[in-house]
């Protein structure tokens, strides 16, 4: 009997930390839903930004530091402009310095991470007030209030995209960025726009999960950029620009978390739950290439 304890004991260990994991997947989807909408509008123009989870977890950690002394509104109006900000810095690097968007926002990752880690000081902040924490934790109807944002999210997107010269500039200068140019479209304040899009999406997806969870540390969001890319991917966004659909990412988004929960409930250890989004990330890189070769013959 003695024997059998300390297995018992690691096995409901096991059981609960598979439990929280899920939890928190269930809680995160709205949140990659929302940065992936503005991961879309990126990758379409033929860009990437992978400083994104960064951008949630310092745009989390200014809200929450100003909340707890200056009130909800100036907290969530300057955080606000941080992912805007950075994405006009990525731009203009991008645009401007002819630097590939990888490392732009590689180095930019690390930044705003650092920023995340010197605002919080290394230490959970929490005790928000209640009015703020209801936008994340309450419902309107019945239905999730995340769930709705990140619905509208995805509304303003389509319009943004399908119905609008802005959206149709989009895909004209992420499918050929010399004909874009000499069509009159000025590529490079179209490739700023979609980085300000995308740092948006961070910054607001940064306030609804702060506001979700009740908390912050700097450590949040960490990796969330590549579960976004593989979601967006999956959903048919070319690799290369030019090509994709917004509603699509949703489906991308959605297949990324039934796959996590399916290891989830399959008992598979936590730790090669990565792997499986590598994996897929990986075979969603080649399917696209692939695609493109033989779209043009090779």
């Known amino acids: 009997m003695t024997s059998d304890a300390p297995s018992l004991a690691a096995s409901r260990w096991r059981d609960l930390a598979r439990q929280s994991y899920g939890l928190i997947q269930a809680l995160a989807v709205l949140i990659v839903l929302i940065v992936a909408a ?162 948006l999406a961070a910054s607001f997806a940064g306030n609804i999960l702060l506001s979700r969870i009740g908390a912050i540390q700097a450590d949040t969001a960490r990796g969330l950029e590549f579960e976004v890319i593989a979601g967006v991917v999956i959903g048919g966004t070319s690799l290369y620009g030019g090509q994709g659909n917004i509603l699509r990412t949703i489906i991308g988004v959605v297949i990324i978390a039934l796959i996590r929960n399916f290891l989830n409930l399959s008992r598979i250890d936590i730790f090669w739950q990565d792997f499986a989004t590598g994996a897929i990330i990986v075979g969603a890189v080649l399917l696209d290439a692939f695609q493109k070769r033989i779209g043009q013959g090779r």
């Open 38 to 199: 503005g991961m879309t509008v990126v990758m379409i123009s033929g860009e990437f930004d992978i400083s994104v989870g960064s951008v949630v977890a310092l745009t989390a950690a200014v809200s929450a530091a100003l909340m707890v002394r200056f009130g909800i509104l100036p907290a969530v109006l300057v955080s606000m402009l941080i992912g805007p900000a950075l994405g006009v810095f990525n731009g203009v690097i991008i645009t401007k310095g002819r630097i590939p968007s990888f490392i732009t926002t590689l180095g930019t990752l690390m930044i705003a991470r650092s920023l995340a880690f010197v605002t919080t000081g290394g230490r959970v902040i929490s005790n928000l007030p209640d009015s703020f924490k209801v936008i994340g934790q309450g419902q309107t109807l019945g239905i999730p209030n995340p769930f709705i944002i990140a619905i509208a999210c995805y509304a303003v997107g389509w319009v943004m995209m399908t119905r609008t010269a802005f959206g149709k500039k989009i895909y004209a200068v992420g499918a050929n960025r010399t004909v874009a140019m000499l069509s009159g479209i000025r590529a490079d304040r179209v490739k700023i726009a979609c980085m300000v899009v995308v740092g």
